[in-house]
């Protein structure tokens, strides 16, 4: 199913009222996104849409069965779903949509993560979180003036997501280096230029100016495009990614409220980077070491990268967010099982690398 981005300035949202004109449309918005739902509403009635209203007065949304349930029911006498709102609210239509056998749109309300575009939802079920594979949605309207309303952690969470993709991308070269592993040029090149586009609009950024905001939500568009471009999750998700959902599954174990998704990215790409330039600046015999020093040397400091977060507002340190060090302990240790995919810190864990830095690591960002 192919993804339509439409960027408000450029063309308004007419490509999509022409595509949903006459149809019946559920809306799924919450306390804080409803005044961007009223807004898209009035231009969906003035294309002959027939409205359902899907609110949720929650300032926390959590996508549990219930709440689930009262948007299956809207979407099942619906022709199309839309989202007004960020990663809960996308899950849910894109989940509730993909069951009704129709297709779903999403205006997204922040840019704090790279998920809108996925084909994965995560969702509670019976209080755990899974996540289902669900068809993406056809149509993203991005609108960088409502965006840029969004809180500043949204945003800063975003970066936190983009800054990853140096991380995953470089695990991604370094599975190549030692397994062989296939790198899909096309999908590897969108993620990079989309990252380099992010980081160049950075001083924006930190002024949340509409622009550089649009580059953002542009750029985590495109991990959902890429993954979708080779198949499989390698373009947007590494090491980074695998220390976050580590965190995730703890902070869900203990019954806490779960951190953003891109500020814990954020904190596993600096460790991630440590690893790396560990590797190179020590000279750590490994397999294929040359080139998987000079791989390293490729990457910017863990120090760099600790100040363009800092600069957007992005929490650098693992008690800002309330993990512990023991938590931390447990991340360093374990979190390369959490999926089968090769990275910095498999190879770090299989030199017994990682247990050696694991008190430094510790002493510097808990
Ligand atoms: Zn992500």
Redesign the pocket.
């Known amino acids: 199913m192919s993804i339509e981005i439409l960027y408000k300035q450029n063309n308004g949202f007419t490509p999509f009222l022409l595509a949903v004109a006459g149809k019946r449309v559920a809306i799924l918005y919450d306390v804080n996104t409803a005044p961007y739902a009223e807004e898209i509403r009035e231009q969906l009635k003035g294309a002959g849409c027939q409205i359902t209203d899907v609110p949720y007065p929650d300032e926390q949304l959590l996508p549990t069965e219930d709440k689930c349930a009262k948007a299956q029911l809207a979407a099942d006498a619906a022709e199309y779903v839309l989202a007004v709102g960020s990663g809960t609210l996308n899950d849910m239509a894109k989940s509730v949509a993909t069951r009704a056998g129709i297709p779903s749109g999403v205006l997204p309300t922040a840019a704090s ?3 809108y575009c996925s084909a994965g939802a995560a969702l509670m079920r019976d209080g755990f979180k899974v996540t289902d594979t669900v068809n993406p949605p056809a149509h993203v309207l991005v609108d960088a003036d409502v965006i840029r309303t969004a809180p500043r952690e949204m945003t800063a969470a975003g970066f936190g ?1 983009i800054v ?1 993709k140096y991380t995953c991308l470089a695990d991604w070269q370094l599975s190549n280096i030692i397994n062989g592993e296939p790198i899909h040029k096309e999908a590897f090149a969108m993620m990079e230029q989309a990252r380099e586009a992010c980081l160049g609009a950075y001083e924006g950024l930190v002024r949340n100016e509409s622009e550089a905001i649009e580059t953002l939500t542009s750029a985590l568009l495109k ?1 959902g495009l890429s993954m979708a471009l080779c198949g499989n999750s390698r373009p ?2 590494g090491s980074e ?1 695998h220390q976050s959902h580590f965190l995730e599954m703890d902070f869900a174990r203990r019954g806490l409220p779960i951190p953003a ?2 500020v814990k ?1 954020g904190l596993g790409t600096m460790i991630s980077l440590e690893l790396y330039h560990y590797l190179s600046m020590a000279r750590v015999p490994c397999r294929e070491q040359q080139r998987v020093w000079a791989l390293a040397d490729t990457l910017p400091s863990p120090d760099r990268v600790r100040e363009l977060l800092a600069g957007v507002g992005c929490p650098v340190r693992f008690r800002d967010i309330g993990v512990t060090r023991e938590q931390m302990r447990q991340m360093l240790a374990l979190a390369h099982t959490v999926r089968d995919r090769y990275t910095v810190l498999t190879l770090c864990a299989e030199l017994g690398l990682t247990e050696r830095l694991t008190e430094p690591l510790i002493d510097k960002y808990y």
């Open positions: 993560m790279d998920g997501d990853g991990a947007a998700s990614h998704h891109g990215v």
